[in-house]
């Protein structure tokens, strides 16, 4: 699909996969609404003055969400690229992990996704054209990791209704690629980590452009038929 003057929107957009995501589509020439709770750096605000809106919510709470889909709805009527990248992670085991911890994790892992498919669903069916949802997981989705009983179950729930998703999208022309990294540099990960293995650790402006490209090959003018439903990237030495 055409990336260049698309108008999509980004969820987690202030740091790590979702900032590389908005810088990239920025400099194809589409439109990004970036969504988060800190909002996006300043010098790529000031870089984009005219085609990058920056929303300020919590991606766990439905009325914020809403609100951005009601803006969104308001300024340009339609969406044709959703990216629900918004998520937290803490590793611990299950027994020992705080209760309002794990219903965060909950909150804007699982229901965070939910709440940005359900409400945007509707400016998608706006576009007569391609339009697609990207799901951004991780490989903790499918694969057994100490310490990540809650952040697994989180992306499990997450890939398992993005899955049911894709077949009730067909009927309205909306596509569905999930995507599963495995560890990237984000700051999802403790400073520690990042100094003792970030090194290993794959970079969030590649995950980017791995993402747009399937984007780009996926339903174009030549090939409307071939579609790419799952991404799994890892780094080369494997799980970390």
Same mark, same amino acid.
């Given at each position: 699909?055409?990336? &260049?003057?698309?108008?999509?929107?980004?969820?987690?957009?202030?740091?790590?996969?979702?900032?590389? =995501?908005?810088?990239?589509? =920025?400099q194809k020439g589409a439109i990004v609404c970036a969504f988060s709770r800190r909002g996006v750096p300043e010098d790529v605000t000031d870089q984009?003055?005219?085609?990058?809106?920056?929303?300020?919510?919590?991606?766990?709470?439905?009325?914020?969400?809403?609100?951005?889909?009601?803006?969104?709805?308001?300024?340009?009527?339609?969406?044709?690229?959703?990216?629900?990248?918004?998520? +937290?992670?803490?590793? &611990?085991?299950?027994?020992? +992990?705080?209760?309002?911890?794990?219903?965060?994790?909950?909150?804007?892992?699982?229901?965070?996704?939910?709440?940005?498919v359900k409400y945007a669903f509707q400016l998608l069916s706006n576009v007569t054209g391609p339009k697609t949802i990207v799901g951004i997981h991780?490989?903790?989705?499918?694969? #057994?990791?100490?310490?990540?009983? #809650?952040?697994?179950?989180?992306?499990?729930?997450? =890939?398992? +209704?993005?899955?049911?998703?894709?077949?009730?999208?067909?009927?309205?022309?909306?596509?569905?690629?999930?995507? =599963?990294?495995?560890?990237?540099?984000?700051?999802?990960?403790?400073?520690?980590?990042?100094?003792?293995?970030?090194?290993?650790?794959?970079d969030p402006d590649t995950i980017a452009k791995i993402i747009i490209s399937a984007l780009e090959q996926g339903r174009t003018d030549e090939d409307?038929?071939?579609?790419?439903?799952?991404?799994?990237?890892?780094?080369?030495?494997?799980?970390?």
């Amino acid at each position: 699909m055409q990336i &260049e003057h698309s108008i999509v929107l980004i969820t987690g957009a202030s740091s790590g996969i979702g900032l590389s =995501l908005t810088k990239q589509f =920025l400099q194809k020439g589409a439109i990004v609404c970036a969504f988060s709770r800190r909002g996006v750096p300043e010098d790529v605000t000031d870089q984009f003055p005219n085609t990058l809106m920056d929303y300020i919510g919590d991606i766990g709470k439905v009325q914020d969400v809403k609100a951005c889909m009601d803006a969104i709805g308001k300024r340009f009527g339609s969406l044709s690229i959703v990216i629900a990248n918004a998520g +937290m992670a803490h590793f &611990e085991n299950l027994a020992e +992990m705080k209760d309002e911890i794990a219903e965060e994790m909950v909150s804007t892992n699982l229901l965070g996704v939910f709440y940005t498919v359900k409400y945007a669903f509707q400016l998608l069916s706006n576009v007569t054209g391609p339009k697609t949802i990207v799901g951004i997981h991780s490989i903790a989705a499918t694969t #057994v990791f100490n310490g990540a009983s #809650v952040y697994s179950a989180t992306k499990a729930g997450t =890939l398992a +209704m993005m899955r049911s998703f894709r077949e009730e999208a067909r009927s309205h022309g909306i596509s569905v690629i999930d995507v =599963l990294p495995g560890a990237t540099r984000t700051p999802i990960w403790s400073k520690d980590m990042l100094n003792d293995r970030g090194n290993d650790m794959m970079d969030p402006d590649t995950i980017a452009k791995i993402i747009i490209s399937a984007l780009e090959q996926g339903r174009t003018d030549e090939d409307s038929i071939t579609h790419i439903d799952e991404i799994v990237i890892r780094p080369w030495i494997g799980n970390l």
